[in-house]
């Protein structure tokens, strides 16, 4: 079984992903490897949760709507592992989660209205975690991405850039969502660098 319907809500800020390419590609992208620990934000119906799951055998997942707990679990039987946290991303101690196990790799398609918070919210826990694969607003991946000099690098580019190597790697249009948003998205990759090379040279 995959990803099951559910009206998205409004106030979660939530479009769900329908677009089988695009799941392919991120999940492709993502690439999972034996021993890797995955973590998904916000799974929603579980259209990138449940190709991951098949794949890699086992996931957890943060989602904070209480009515999708229960559809997730139901769906995930005969799938793989599925741990899910019920709790606010930016509650979560990601350190305290990635343990003495190794580190995490995250992913997720972030809800617009909440994105930049949760970036920052893993770049404190950046010592757990190895990279991460997120879907955000193509104007937010372009100025994550952007190079010194480009029109839209600022506090955004500085502050990620200075912990992590950022690579932009495909949009995604509005159709690929139900309901589709206003604005195109991109799905962008975040290696946290190594301690003795995160700093801001200028």
Do not use: W
């Not at 707990?69 to 019920?86: D, K």
């Not at 100025?143 to 000099?149: K, N, V």
């Not at 969502?177 to 995160?198: M, T």
């Amino acid at each position: 079984m995959s990803s099951f319907k559910a009206p998205p809500k409004k106030n979660l800020g939530q479009h769900f992903l329908t677009d089988r390419h695009i799941i392919d590609q991120i999940v492709r992208a993502v690439n999972p490897r034996p021993g890797d620990r995955l973590v998904e934000i916000g799974p929603g119906q579980g259209a990138i949760t449940f190709p991951l799951l098949r794949k890699h055998g086992e996931l957890t997942v943060i989602e904070f709507d209480r009515d999708l707990i229960t559809p997730l679990m139901e769906a995930s039987e005969g799938v793989g592992r599925l741990t899910i946290i019920h709790k606010d991303v930016l509650q979560v101690d990601f350190t305290r989660l990635a343990g003495d196990e190794g580190p995490l790799r995250l992913v997720g398609n972030l809800p617009y209205n909440i994105s930049s918070p949760i970036l920052f919210h893993a770049l404190d826990h950046a010592d757990a975690v190895l990279d991460m694969h997120f879907m955000l607003q193509k104007e937010v991946v372009d100025r994550m991405a952007s190079e010194p000099g480009s029109k839209v690098y600022g506090r955004l580019s500085v502050m990620l850039q200075a912990y992590c190597t950022v690579t932009s790697l495909f949009d995604v249009p509005p159709g690929a969502f139900r309901p589709p948003p206003k604005v195109d998205s991109s799905v962008v990759r975040l290696v946290p660098k190594p301690a003795g090379e995160i700093g801001i040279a200028d």
